[in-house]
């Protein structure tokens, strides 16, 4: 290997495995691989939309002002150092959403606006991730990446297929994206080229790759390089302790019969721990372009998640968000501090002048604005500068607006990204001021 020969999509290779390296200065440009940038030699633009089921606390979720002076509701109190960079939107909505009045028909197309069948029957739209996946995917080694911590449901409720509130990345109109709720297959994805369990950890594995490597690179990339790798070894250690102590819904067990009494019914786990572990992983997706469309689902719309982690055990989330209690705003102020975690790990990757978080665009959002299943308008934020695209720092109210369809807002994005459509979904038009 040598030095005119090295790009920023250099691999670290190993047996049965391939690990995308982060930015690196030193290093030619992403070239011809990336994708619409201001900056025809800077990083790639990356999406993550993170998604919270059956909405938030009805008095709390709110923004007023603009800049350092904003003002944020309770539930929003995570994101105070982020109040310069977010854009907080009110009053979008999907029309398609309002016939079934139920969880399953609010959120099965809330990334692409269609119309959904009923009867249990599944057929919704191809959301907005899979889109700009089937436009820029082919230039990372993993199109996209869909991520959950509650698994589907594929019952009927109302007639309804709960699996439209089970997924919101969609393939096409008939298939949900594949969900990996596993954090260590989720991790292998990433590194691993055949998906498999194995002996031999990802940094074993090119190790003699990267050693190489690190001799012609620059000393400031040699430090990011190895802070890369430690993170890698970190989180590998981790889910490696949380499988052992049977905390994750990817663990195995060693017995083909149990050894035990039967215990009480439920499989404990750790919400907390799961839910930082798939952030983690986005990140690292993110860090090394691996991919740069990532979806994350907290928790199912109708979720049956408990968080005894917040001592607030005695009742399962659906039931939770139909009282404006204090234990509802506790669990929704968990759910935004993951956004923020995302925030403050990318914030901390330099990429020439800005950070991963300015080239990124992180979306939260929810298939209803609270727990009663109002969604005439969707809790919306945008976090994260987009390359020095995306104006933040401001409230956008379009409760009242002549236009305020989601799918706007999509086609809005989608331009950000490079992917220009004539219309998506019920829109036609993009969202104006965004």
């Not at 074993?204 to 430090?223: G, H, M, Q, T």
């Not at 976090?383 to 999509?410: F, H, I, W």
């Amino acid at each position: 290997m040598t030095t005119n020969r090295l790009t920023r999509r250099t691999l670290l290779r190993g047996l049965g495995v391939s690990m995308t390296l982060p930015w690196l200065e030193s290093l030619a440009a992403w070239g011809e691989d990336s994708p619409h940038h201001p900056d025809d030699n800077g990083p790639p633009l990356r999406l993550a939309i993170l998604f919270a089921g059956n909405g938030f606390h009805r008095d709390e979720w709110w923004a007023k002002g603009s800049g350092a002076d904003m003002e944020l509701g309770k539930v929003l109190t995570p994101l105070s150092d982020y109040r310069e960079r977010l854009l907080f939107i009110r009053g979008l909505y999907n029309e398609e959403a309002l016939k079934g009045n139920i969880h399953s028909s609010q959120t099965g197309n809330l990334l692409s606006g269609a119309p959904l069948s009923s009867g249990g029957e599944i057929h919704s739209g191809t959301s907005i991730d899979q889109v700009l996946a089937q436009h820029l995917g082919r230039r990372t080694k993993v199109p996209s990446l869909v991520l959950g911590c509650e698994k589907s449901n594929p019952s009927v409720h109302k007639n309804y297929s709960m699996l439209y509130s089970s997924h919101i990345s969609w393939s096409s109109p008939t298939a949900p994206t594949p969900l990996e709720v596993y954090p260590a297959l989720a991790f292998d994805r990433l590194f691993k080229d055949d998906v498999s369990r194995g002996d031999k950890s990802v940094l074993d594995a090119v190790l003699a790759d990267a050693i190489d490597f690190r001799r012609n690179i620059s000393l400031a990339d040699r430090r990011k390089l190895d802070e890369y790798l430690n993170s890698v070894r970190e989180v590998e250690q981790r889910i490696e302790r949380a499988g052992l102590r049977g905390e994750l819904q990817g663990w195995r067990p060693a017995l083909t019969e149990p050894n035990i009494p039967r215990p009480a019914d439920g499989v404990p786990q750790d919400i907390a721990e799961h839910m930082r572990l798939m952030c983690d992983i986005l990140v690292l997706a993110f860090q090394t372009d691996t991919t740069r469309l990532c979806t994350l689902k907290l928790n199912n719309d109708h979720s049956s998640l408990r968080f005894p982690n917040l001592g607030v055990d005695y009742m399962i989330h659906h039931l939770l968000s139909h009282q404006e209690s204090d234990d509802w705003l506790k669990v929704n102020q968990f759910f935004v501090e993951q956004l923020a975690y995302i925030a403050a790990k990318l914030d901390a990757v330099q990429e020439g002048e800005r950070t991963a978080l300015d080239n990124s665009l992180l979306m939260l959002c929810s298939s209803m604005l609270t727990g009663g299943h109002n969604a005439n308008q969707l809790p919306v934020i945008l976090l994260g500068g987009a390359g020095g695209q995306l104006e933040t720092g401001r409230v956008l109210d379009y409760l009242d607006a002549p236009n305020r369809k989601m799918c706007s807002l999509y086609l809005s994005l989608m331009d950000t990204f490079g992917v220009q459509l004539d219309h998506y979904g019920d829109a036609t038009e993009r969202l104006s001021d965004v």
